[in-house]
């Protein structure tokens, strides 16, 4: 990987990439990205853990809220989940759309990684309705929900920090094969005028990271959608967040072996790269895209009123390993404020309905 980035960055301009073409190349180039490489990622073995590989209840549940909107508010039964991972959580969806719908499901993946593309396969393998598709580009006039976790917060993002008064782009370059980072003055309009927009006035030295690919995902989902619910699940912070001192250094990290490293320059293509996404600027897109907001909950609280507490299994089990005991932990993991839901959210929107927000838990 390193070869590749020292050929791509002596071949730019003064020798430097901004950060989001060095995340492009280091998690998605179709060799060397980290995505695309045939490893681990999710899960004990892998570099991060998601809601979904907690427990099937959380694509369980999910499944049980969707399939209300299908019966009562007469959403389309079909799903298109932007980056399906392991599949578990298409499985945990379909099986449990099986037991209690009489409606026939679609539901496709939008998977870039072949890696993953083949682990949605063998997990999905026998569901009626199942497909996979490589963009979101593929999919048009689409009707029914379109679902994604922890998509946004891997996309990738410009960083700008305030110096000395001035905005200034920070920039990769390589010397002797390693990498460093560099502040130049921020030439780019576009972020620019992302940090206006929002109204992300910076102190000095602080930094922040500018999701200009958060937009463009956005649009992309619009034209796909023509009617319909988009459910985000990931963690972030508002605008007004973004301005607490404890922000001042940005939220870009690294992960590996489920530990956090701060220099995302340090493992090139070998390790996870995420941001916390800014859900204030995505809200704001989407309405310029059609999409309405309806509201933006914590997971935890869009679990419990979707009804997850009503899967909870109260009778005491003495063994620790039975079944009834791993399903009630992990939804204690999902919904107590020590778990991890605390940090995640939940943005529903529509396009072409007329949910109201009594209509959101139907």
Not at 60 to 72: G, M, P
Request: net charge negative; with cysteine; proline share 3%.
């Amino acid at each position: 990987m390193l070869s590749h980035l020292e050929d791509i960055i002596g071949k730019s301009r003064n020798g430097l990439i901004s950060y989001a073409d060095y995340i492009e190349l280091a998690l998605y180039h179709p060799v060397h990205g980290y995505y695309m490489r045939e490893s681990e990622k999710i899960g004990r073995s892998g570099d991060f853990i998601t809601s979904s590989n907690v427990s099937d209840i959380f694509g369980r549940i999910f499944s049980k809220w969707f399939a209300r909107h299908v019966k009562i508010n007469g959403v389309a039964p079909a799903v298109c989940e932007i980056g399906g991972g392991n599949g578990r959580f298409a499985k945990a969806f379909m099986e449990e759309w099986a037991n209690h719908s009489g409606d026939s499901l679609t539901y496709t993946i939008i998977e870039t990684s072949p890696y993953h593309r083949k682990l949605q396969s063998e997990a999905l393998d026998g569901f009626s309705g199942f497909s996979q598709e490589s963009g979101i580009q593929s999919i048009r006039h689409f009707k029914g929900i379109i679902f994604s976790n922890e998509l946004f917060d891997a996309l990738p993002v410009h960083v700008v920090e305030k110096k000395s008064g001035i905005l200034m782009e920070a920039m990769v370059g390589i010397d002797n094969g390693r990498l460093f980072e560099k502040l130049v003055p921020l030439k780019n309009e576009e972020v620019a005028s992302f940090l206006e927009e929002n109204g992300l006035f910076l102190n000095e030295g602080q930094r922040i990271e500018v999701p200009l690919a958060m937009g463009k995902m956005v649009r992309e989902i619009s034209r796909s959608l023509e009617e319909g619910i988009v459910a985000t699940v990931d963690y972030g912070y508002t605008a007004e967040e973004w301005m607490l001192p404890e922000r001042k250094q940005g939220s870009l990290r690294g992960y590996m072996n489920h530990q956090m490293v701060n220099d995302v320059l340090a493992y090139p293509g070998r390790m996870d790269i995420t941001t916390h996404i800014h859900f204030d600027a995505l809200a704001k897109e989407g309405e310029k895209q059609g999409l309405e907001a309806l509201t933006k909950l914590r997971q935890d609280e869009f679990l419990i009123s979707a009804g997850i507490l009503t899967e909870f299994e109260e009778h005491y089990d003495p063994n620790p390993f039975s079944e009834r005991s791993r399903r009630n932990r992990a939804i204690r993991s999902l919904v107590l404020p020590s778990g991890m839901s605390a940090s995640f959210h939940v943005l529903l929107q529509q396009k072409g309905l007329r949910l109201g927000a009594d209509k959101i838990f139907p």
